[in-house]
């Protein structure tokens, strides 16, 4: 008997609903909240009533005069009474959904962690900090720069920080001193944030008792499981607080969260969760990385919001509940047509539209993304710098020794914290307090050493944090000498002489960050078409594979979450042919003379030697040195009048004007210091001064009356930020200076990179020949991965008919067996592959029954490759002018004619400019038609609008907050044109990295899990998803 008619023969089972009246909205708008939705499903089964008691009884009344029932839904939330529920249930006896004794666990995440691993569920790897007092010093406990210790049992950072109090959300997340340092905080959503980084806090708290966890990556998504009995459950993901904090909505204001599937020991996890906590509606957080699961978060009661598919399935499991405990004798199959059907609400379609191929033209219905990748360039950022001087200190000496293990012919290498601050206090005090003036019989060699050590002791105080990405110092042994040992026996050898070399700059500025912020929301929402919200949607319903590499510079690091710099710094590879190609433009910029020899073609410009470079090249180069004099002169004034303020305070007392790790987070300039007549961002007129010294000195030696042409490049650079950032100082010549440096690098950096298109070539295929092989690699294995898929759908779809079923038979079978049947269908087949070197892999797919998603079997590979100038111009060089090789003559280029000669006269590939592959499907062709994937090319310039410009008030607007706008992305194909797979991979497998000599990947110590490292394996979708015959009618 099911529900209606049978049901009203028989007294109705009467529910109590005893929770704050928060949770669940009272009087007329009952049904309004998401348990409201639940219990007027029970209600329209005609078997149960449902009495609320409400705040007033719940708190005020004696237990003795709250309502009887049958059952009770009773479960804690803040100013709840649960030891008086407690005593309620002890007296009447209801059948409780939720028992609540064991909810007083839920308030320390340390008897959670226990009654999990009681039970034989996985947990973070943790230990236990116990205070009996705030501030409690434990010998058992030790806090290092990047790890801390508990009971001899070390978390490297990035490590998490949890309160013990359940109630406390206040989650801490730390990070590694070689990824910039600082903290993130986790919070509960507040309005659409959700978590906040504090670059400057870099010590845990200590005023409580904390619990210490490997931080887990989970590739930006967080699982949230919620069980309903423990055979049924419901899993959804949702975008994670440790990527941004920002919370992602629907036009409803609601968080968007997505439907997944749940693999076989995910369930079993869930079911003993319920069991192990004894809550039959129980939601838990899960954590999904490297293969593996974990429950991080037990939460007690909780349901899925905005699911009609959930409401209907948690009422009919709920109605089992009651049924079997209060009226057994009642039969609780689920009625052919559940009784709220005919009035539910349908779901709204979010319309979504197909896009084809966006920006070179649509190529059918029939074509779907498969991969996208990204070759990317840093954002703005200040003029890289590098100070070298002979020191002969023996306090420096020592603090050599004390880093390299006391071995004096072996160098060392400063960059964290502890090593700079030791540098540091040492440097400040061999500094002299005071400048010999120009009687002083100093010779001029003293003078420029300690107007070095004084660069240094600036540098080392600048922004007052040490950030290790930006500031890194080479100590090397250059002179020893035989010395007695301290204990007299025999001799040992000590440095005398070393050469340090200090590297700083190269920090992204405010403008880098909102530059980089401003491209990845363009690329979000423009780069993966047919979805609406993009790549968050594809990446949120798991049907997205990401991951993002970066070189090893600071500023090319600083926004990204992963890192393999191999594939990303081959700059040495081509150290001799560029010396070459430098050599020969020196000779063709010096000469004076404009007959320029010939390569191949004279027909194209550009195929000719030192194509680009000014005619009259010999004729700017000393007009550059006047200039540069000019405003270097200019700036050593500024800097003497700082300098003399900073001789009459004492070394040690030093306030540094610019905190450089809170400016990280920013995006915005610094009004303060530019009210103030300082420069912007983090550098000192001292060390600005240094930095148009060492341009004027290197870029012409007057003795030797000899012009530096690789030094045009840094003086450009030092010109743009200048006028971008220090327009405010009004440097007389800065803009006629920048023009010729303009003129002359737009001539001097693309031929840096080869001569003529066949040395571009040659050089580009060595710098870039590792990152070309793992851009065939991804192209291969995604090419692979949608004919597996293909395949087996094809096959599928020929007995589709035998297996398809109704949306009915979805509904919750409660045994053990009916659910392990019902369900294994998707994901059984797992478990195949449990010794398969790819189990690390992320396979979890969306679920399509819950999820308003139109196009399920849709799956994206994206890579994104963040690195320096070096690689974009390489990898341009390869794509352009690949069909040079003798291997490939008679071929046609990668990039058509039109994109030729916009190339030649984009000048510059400037900060984020960028190359785009992406790889389509065309899924109506033949699995063997070559043409089944196209692949289309786009690039942009960047920011490349010159600070000189401001052709618009947008422009206009841009440049009065230090920055410039990115240029929108430019096709390297003519329109309608179709690159196969097939030809770029015979066209760029010449100058790849094949495959096989791809090394295994490796993990430093102290970051294991956190930076991904290893290019992703071919993912085996088919072991994962039951195509069904329907499953691609609905649209896409």
């Known amino acids: 008997m099911g529900g209606g008619e049978e049901g009203r023969r028989y007294k109705k089972i009467t529910i109590g609903v005893c929770v704050m009246e928060k949770k669940v909205k009272c009087g007329s708008e009952v049904f309004s909240a998401t348990m409201g939705q639940i219990l007027d499903r029970l209600k329209a089964f005609g078997e149960f009533e449902i009495i609320h008691f409400g705040d007033k009884v719940i708190l005020e009344e004696p237990i003795e005069r709250w309502p009887i029932c049958d059952c009770l839904i009773a479960f804690y939330s803040s100013g709840y009474p649960l030891d008086k529920a407690d005593a309620y249930a002890a007296l009447r006896k209801p059948f409780l959904v939720n028992e609540l004794d064991p909810q007083h666990l839920l308030h320390d995440r340390r008897k959670v962690y226990e009654r999990l691993e009681m039970y034989g569920i996985s947990v973070p790897r943790y230990a236990l900090v116990n205070r009996e007092v705030p501030y409690q010093e434990l010998d058992y406990f030790i806090e290092e720069e990047d790890y801390v210790e508990v009971h001899g049992n070390r978390f490297w950072k990035p490590f998490v920080e949890k309160p013990v109090d359940g109630d ?12 910039g340092g600082g903290m993130k905080e986790l919070f509960r959503k507040v309005g659409n944030r959700s978590s906040e980084f504090h670059p400057d806090v870099r010590r845990v708290r200590r005023e409580g008792s904390y619990i210490y966890e490997e931080f887990m990556p989970t590739g930006g998504t967080d699982v949230k499981v919620y069980t309903v009995g423990p055979e049924y459950a419901h899993a959804e993901a949702r975008k994670s607080p440790v990527v941004d904090g920002v919370v992602m909505r629907n036009p409803d204001g609601k968080e968007i969260r997505y439907p997944v599937l749940l693999t076989p020991n995910e369930k079993q996890m869930a079911r003993d969760v319920c069991i192990a906590f004894r809550q039959a509606v129980c939601g838990f957080d899960l954590l999904r990385s490297d293969g593996h699961s974990y429950v991080c978060d037990v939460n007690g009661w909780s349901f899925v919001k905005n699911s009609h598919k959930y409401y209907d399935d948690a009422a009919c499991v709920m109605r089992k509940m009651f049924l079997d405990a209060k009226a057994p004798h009642l039969s609780s199959v689920i009625p052919p047509i559940l009784p709220w059907k005919l009035n539910e609400p349908v779901q709204p379609s979010e319309g979504l539209t197909r896009q084809g191929s966006g920006i070179i033209g649509t190529f059918g ?84 050493h300690a107007e070095k050590l004084r660069q240094v002791k600036a540098v080392l105080e600048e922004g007052g944090h040490f950030s290790g990405i930006y500031r890194k110092v080479q100590l090397k042994p250059l002179k020893w000498v035989k010395v007695p040992k301290s204990n007299g026996e025999g001799e040992e050898e000590r440095p005398i002489e070393a050469l340090m070399v200090l590297k700083y700059g190269g920090v992204l500025t405010h403008a880098g960050r909102k530059q980089a912020e401003e491209l990845g929301r363009y690329f979000r929402n423009n780069m993966y078409p047919g979805e609406g919200t993009g790549l968050l949607r594809l990446h949120s319903t798991y049907r997205h594979d990401l991951k993002i590499y970066s070189s090893d510079e600071g500023r090319v690091q600083v926004s990204l979450v992963s890192k393999d710099s191999s594939m990303l710094d081959g700059l040495e590879n081509a150290s001799i042919e560029m010396e070459e190609a430098k050599a020969r433009l020196n000779e063709i910029i010096t000469s004076g003379a404009r007959t320029i020899q010939s390569s191949g073609t004279s027909e194209y410009p550009w195929m000719t030697d030192g194509a680009g470079l000014p005619s009259n090249a010999s004729e700017l180069l000393p007009k550059l040195v006047t200039l540069t004099k000019k405003v270097t002169e200019q700036v050593r004034l500024l800097a003497k009048d700082e300098d003399e303020t900073l001789t009459e305070t004492s070394p040690y007392d030093v306030i540094p004007p610019y905190d450089q790790a809170k400016a990280l987070g920013k995006t915005n300039i610094d009004i303060d210091r530019i009210a103030a007549g300082l420069p912007c961002g983090s550098e000192g007129f001292l060390l600005m001064y240094a930095r ?157 029954k819950y999820a308003n998603v139109r196009t399920p079997e849709r799956h994206v590979r994206t890579r994104l490759y963040f690195t320096s100038e070096s690689h974009i111009h390489s990898l341009m060089n390869v794509l352009r002018y690949c069909n040079l090789d003798e291997s490939l003559q008679g071929e046609a280029s990668l990039v058509c004619q039109t994109a030729l000669e916009r190339l030649y006269k984009t000048k510059e590939l400037d900060y984020m400019s960028y190359i785009v592959i992406r790889m389509f499907e065309n899924t109506e062709v033949a699995l063997e038609d070559p043409t089944r994937f196209r692949i289309e090319l786009t690039f942009s310039r960047g920011a490349d609008l010159s600070p000189l410009e401001m052709k618009d008030s947008k422009a206009a607007s841009l440049h009065q907050e230090h920055t410039l706008p990115i240029m929108g992305p430019e096709r390297l194909q003519e329109v309608g044109s179709c690159l196969t797979l097939e030809k770029m991979q015979k066209m760029i497998r010449p100058f790849a990295m094949p495959a096989e000599d791809f090394p295994p990947s490796s993990t430093p110590a102290g970051f294991s899990g956190y930076f991904s490292k290893s290019a992703s394996v071919l993912e085996r979708l088919v072991n994962l998803w039951p195509f069904h015959k329907n499953a691609h009618t609905n649209g896409k």
Request: charge should be negative; charged fraction near 35%; proline fraction near 4%.
């Open 692 to 848: 148009w010294r060492k341009l004027e000195r290197d870029l012409y030696n007057e003795r030797k009356e000899r012009f530096d042409i690789t030094q045009i490049p840094d003086v450009y650079d030092s010109c743009k930020y200048d006028l971008l950032h220090n327009a405010h100082l009004n440097l007389e010549g800065l803009d006629e200076l920048f023009k010729v440096a303009q003129l002359l690098a737009d001539g001097v950096i693309p031929n840096e990179y080869g001569i003529n298109p066949k040395q571009k070539l040659k050089i580009g295929s060595k710098i870039a020949r590792r990152l070309l092989g793992k851009i065939l690699i991804d192209l291969r294995n995604t090419c692979e991965e949608a004919l597996d898929v293909a395949e087996l759908k094809s096959n599928q779809d020929k007995c589709s008919a035998k297996t398809e079923t109704d949306d009915k038979d979805f509904l919750p079978k409660l045994s053990t067996k009916n659910d392990d049947t019902r369900r294994s269908s998707t994901t059984s087949e797992v478990s195949m592959d449990q010794d398969d070197d790819e189990e690390k892999e992320t396979k979890y797919r969306l679920d399509p």
């Open 365 to 448: 219905q029939s074509e779907e993304l498969r991969c996208v990748i990204v070759v990317i360039r840093h954002g703005d950022r200040t003029p890289k710098q590098k100070v070298k001087l002979k020191v002969t200190e023996e306090k420096l000496l020592n603090l050599m020794l004390k880093y390299n293990g006391g071995r004096p012919r072996s160098e060392t290498k400063l960059k964290s914290a502890v090593q700079l601050q030791d540098l540091l206090d040492a440097t400040r005090m061999l500094v002299p307090r005071s400048r010999p003036g120009r009687g002083s019989d100093s010779e001029a060699e003293d003078l420029e």
């Open 168 to 179: 406390n959300h206040s989650i801490m997340i730390y990070y590694p001193s070689s990824a």
